[in-house]
């Protein structure tokens, strides 16, 4: 049994891809660096309304516009020991479920640690706006925020190595 299961974990680790909730996705062009380095398949998903940059040995599915699909893509696609890049928490938490990595463009790394928390700040967001409360949006993404990014990146490659 023991060793089905180191078996397992090896494919897993062959199978890592990184998918990318890329409809606003800052940092596509580090996702492409850090992937080559380690010789990771991207896949980058978008709805139709975005004019997505090829890469080489990149991937990339266009879905509907509709609310949600991009995500759910994401989400169909994920399995364990993927890295998912998304701002949003919900396919965060998605990810999460699959035991894939999950993190942010600014290199949060969601977690068992944070995910709950963040997803009862959406609801609470959400609740505000449809009272017509305006909430701020993200700051403007900064060069350190995209160091972050890539440092974390690389950390969950290493972890999940």
């Known amino acids: 049994m023991a060793g089905s299961f180191a078996l397992a974990n090896d494919q897993a680790a062959v199978r890592m891809k ?6 606003a996705c800052p940092v596509i062009p580090e996702i492409n660096d850090v992937a080559r380095e380690f010789a990771i398949p991207v ?3 978008s709805n139709y309304c975005h004019d997505m940059k090829q890469y080489e040995g990149v991937t990339i599915v266009i879905v509907d516009k509709e ?5 759910l893509a994401v989400a169909n696609l994920t399995v364990r020991g993927d890295i998912v890049v ?3 928490y919900g396919l965060a938490a998605l ?3 699959k035991r894939a990595s999950a993190i942010s463009p600014r290199g949060r790394i969601f977690g068992e640690h944070n995910i709950e928390g963040l997803l009862h700040k959406r609801h609470i967001s959400r609740k ?7 909430t701020r949006g993200p700051k403007p993404m900064t060069i350190e925020d995209r160091k972050t990014f890539v440092r974390n990146l690389h950390s969950l490659i290493e972890a999940a190595r």
């Open 128 to 134: 505000q706006r449809k009272r017509g409360i305006r």
């Open 86 to 88: 998304t701002q949003d």
């Open 43 to 45: 896949t980058l998903v």
């Open 67 to 71: 609310a949600d699909a991009v995500d």
């Open 18 to 23: 990184i998918l990318v909730d890329a409809d």
């Open 95 to 97: 990810a999460l479920g």
